[in-house]
């Protein structure tokens, strides 16, 4: 075996082990730019009244309720949420008009905002109301994020009187869309 | 956020795949015995240069290379996150194996004409392997508003890793001029070690016709992380030097475990040999600081759920949640195995020659082959289903003194991986270098798997 293709073997070979140096120009500083905006959506907030469980007289009547709503003390969530959107759905089998008002309430039990949506009576067809959704951005979310209770107040307007043999129902549904900037 | 992701992308930079190709019956090299003990290889005795006998080191990602995530191409990082996560699978893996040898040596035991030999050493390994977590991933880029009724799998999220030590004692002997046989016996020192391979449940957000809330929202839960010699490190009370602990556990104190490899070489005819081996047929008994975390439930979310009946019912969706899927914490021991390797091969020699250059004065002619081709196969265990490699090769004897090795290997990683390797000795010292993949070093960034091995030894064979 000759020392010429001896060399000319090695050289072959020191230079495939030289090419161990190329690479193409990475920046690995682009992960400082590392950025994701998840959009999560979830349940807000149901209800299904029975006509028969509001025993009434006739005349103006105010249901309320008070819930816990505490997904804004996590700090991870909280800093990292840049918008939020709520959608609502109603839909009322019962013959009288309601107002439905949702309050967003600080653990101080004062109210933030209100959203108010009203719900004309039932006529005998169905009607499943979806309201405009209410957006929050900016100082509405500010707003947002103190919340720690949710209040809903469901007013009756007068109308004819409601008792235990009263049929149909009043129903609630809604969700929430979180936008997220996680970087 | 940031620095998980960092840790992850270090990993994903370092893995390799454990298929040692290039070194396996490259048997000029002494530490060709540690992927098959019964090689036939020969010395009347030999150690490693400390620390430098065998350094290797491998990584391999099924889908993706350093090169899409970091190129400067003026593309948008967090599109080409995107682009690898959207053309990844949950089957994709990425692996690391590292090794690097402490001490070595072997003797050959008995007489000048004996062909018995007694090999040992200490080499500390890192082992990584994960599936690509595809589906978590995906919500985590995207959230769920895009995807309601898909069920997310947790079952995606499976890794494990290991810094162990190993200290192996082997035997081999090449029982008549046909057939070799060798085993070794190896004690693990396993430093750190987290498993995470049997997870299962689902995030679901679906829309069901009939039920009350708009949303069905599910998370169903059965995540286990095992650990030992890591929970010391997340406590708040630690004020070490992780790596330096770690290091010590490794090879002072860690979990102990035991293992064996065993090989065989057997020459159907002169010039046709088969080989076979298999390594790491063992177990490691996590006891040393070990800790289990498991998430375990089911949890529904509905909302706020009013009732206007008056009735206090506090609803705290952190406590719900805590309450419905808890974190445990349980301190058992557990046995990890070994990723075993087994590897064959037939290997068909040709072109004859005789050390011509060489004063023969025993009178005994020694003739040798110049060149051998064959093929190799490769498989290992692992989480879900075993990695598998085949490769063929071809080696040829430059001169006396130096060998070349060359091989095309198909695995999971890449279908035109070829590797060459070079292994000379100049008086008693050997030296070799192993490097695979070479057709991706033109550009090593874009490579999906990179593996070297390179070491210095010094070897003493009969003075004839």
Not at chain 1, 112 to 122: E, G
Not at chain 1, 147 to 172: C, D, H, M, Y
Not at chain 2, 368 to 384: C, D, E, H, L, W
């Amino acid at each position: 075996m000759g020392s010429n293709s001896l060399s000319k073997i090695s050289s072959i070979l020191f230079s495939v082990f030289l090419l161990f140096s190329c690479s193409s120009d990475l920046n690995f500083d682009q992960v400082n730019d590392f950025k994701i905006e998840p959009v999560f959506v979830a349940n807000l907030a149901y209800f299904n009244i029975q006509a028969n469980r509001l025993i009434d007289d006739g005349g103006t009547n105010v249901y309320p309720d008070v819930r816990d709503f505490d997904v804004f003390k996590e700090k991870f969530f909280n800093e990292r949420l840049k918008k939020a959107e709520f959608d609502f759905e109603v839909e009322n089998n019962i013959n009288r008009a309601f107002v439905l008002n949702m309050l967003l309430l600080n653990d101080q039990n004062e109210v933030l905002q209100t959203i108010s949506f009203t719900v004309p009576s039932y006529k005998g067809t169905p009607n499943v109301i979806k309201y405009p959704t209410e957006v929050f951005e900016n100082a509405r979310l500010d707003l947002l994020k103190q919340t720690q209770k949710i209040g809903f107040v469901v007013v009756i307007a007068s109308g004819p009187p409601l008792n235990s043999q009263s049929e149909g129902n009043l129903k609630l549904r809604s969700s929430a869309t979180a936008y997220l900037v996680i970087e | 956020m940031r620095k998980a992701l960092l840790l992850c992308l270090f990993f994903h930079l370092f893995c390799f795949a454990q298929n040692r190709e290039l070194l396996y019956n490259f048997t000029s090299i002494p530490q060709s015995s540690l992927v098959n003990p019964g090689a036939d290889v020969s010395y009347k005795y030999y150690f490693g240069f400390p620390v430098l006998s065998g350094i290797s080191a491998n990584v391999g990602s099924s889908s993706f290379s350093a090169y899409d995530l970091f190129s400067d191409d003026g593309v948008d990082f967090n599109q080409k996150v995107r682009d690898v996560v959207n053309k990844s699978s949950s089957r994709d893996k990425v692996v690391t194996n590292q090794q690097l040898e402490i001490f070595s040596g072997g003797f050959r035991i008995g007489g000048r004409e004996s062909r018995s030999y007694i090999s040992f050493g200490l080499y500390q390994e890192f082992d990584f392997f994960m599936f690509v977590p595809k589906d978590l991933a995906l919500l985590a880029l995207n959230g769920n508003r895009d995807y309601i009724g898909k069920s997310f799998n947790l079952g995606d999220l499976s890794m494990k890793a290991e810094v162990l030590s190993v200290f192996h004692v082997g035997f081999h002997k090449k029982l008549n001029d046909k057939f070799v046989y060798g085993g070794r016996a190896k004690i693990y020192s396993s430093g750190a070690n987290a498993t995470s391979t049997k997870n299962s449940g689902y995030i679901y957000t679906g829309e069901e016709p009939g039920t009350p809330n708009l949303y069905s929202q599910v998370i169903s839960s059965n995540l286990e992380l095992k650990t030992s010699g890591l929970s010391r490190f997340t406590k708040d009370e630690y004020e070490g030097n992780v790596v330096r602990d770690i290091a010590n556990n490794t090879f002072f104190n860690g979990s102990l475990g035991f293992g064996i490899d065993a090989g065989i070489t057997y020459y159907i005819k002169d010039n046709l040999q088969f080989t076979a081996s298999v390594i790491d047929l063992g177990f490691v008994r996590q006891t040393k600081d070990i800790e289990t975390l498991t998430y375990k439930g089911i949890y529904r979310y509905n909302g706020a759920n009013p009732d206007f009946m008056g009735t206090d019912d506090p609803e705290n969706v952190f406590d719900e949640f805590d309450k419905a899927i808890p974190r445990d914490t349980l301190y058992n021991k557990y046995t990890t195995w070994r990723p075993t390797k087994l590897y064959s091969s037939i290997e068909y020699s040709f072109g004859e020659a005789r050390p011509d250059d060489e004063c023969n004065c025993h009178g005994k002619v020694n003739k040798y082959y110049k060149n051998a081709t064959g093929i190799q196969v490769f498989a290992m265990s692992a989480p879900r289903t075993p990695l598998f490699a085949i490769t063929a090769f071809y080696r040829r004897n430059i001169f006396k003194k130096l060998d070349f090795k060359a091989t095309y290997a198909l695995d999971t990683f890449s279908n035109k991986n070829v590797g060459l390797g070079l292994a000379g000795t100049i008086g008693p010292v050997n030296i070799y270098a192993l490097v695979n993949n070479v057709l991706e070093y033109k550009d090593i960034s874009k490579a999906s798997s990179a593996a070297f091995q390179l070491g210095i030894n010094f070897v003493f064979q009969d003075k004839e």
